[in-house]
DNA sequence: GCGGGCCTTCATT
DNA sequence: AATGAAGGCCCGC
């Protein structure tokens, strides 16, 4: 059962970051609040424009979702995507974004 | 809208 | 070390 894989007490997992995910992590921190970027802008960021899903895979099983701003990572088409902490509340995370920058403005 | 391909990580053999 | 599986995708038709 690959599917279930029970977090282990310790030493189980990679404690560190491996490159591809710092710069990934980089990459998506230096988004401005309220700005929106996609998983092509930051695999071409990173140096790989074709690794666009790799990119997903790792804010999808990011360390800090609620830090990382994942949410301000869409689809090129536009859409939303998907999101660790619920695709409901990215859009809206984006929205009050939007209108935080607003307000700021 | 559908199908195929790219890239990376993790677990198992 | 090698293989298989999955993931929040992208591109072309």
Known sequence: MQFVRLEKDK???QLGFTEF???????????????TRTYKWVAEKIGRPKS???????LNKNPFPLIIPCHRVI????????????????KKLINLEKKIKNMLK
Do not use: H
């Open 11 to 13: 030493g189980s997992k």
């Open 52 to 58: 666009a899903r790799a990119v997903g895979n790792v």
């Open 21 to 35: 995910e710092k710069k990934v992590l980089r990459c998506v921190l230096t988004i401005p609040l309220g700005e």
């Open 75 to 90: 689809k090129s088409s536009g859409s939303i995507g998907g999101f660790s902490c619920g695709k409901a509340n990215k």
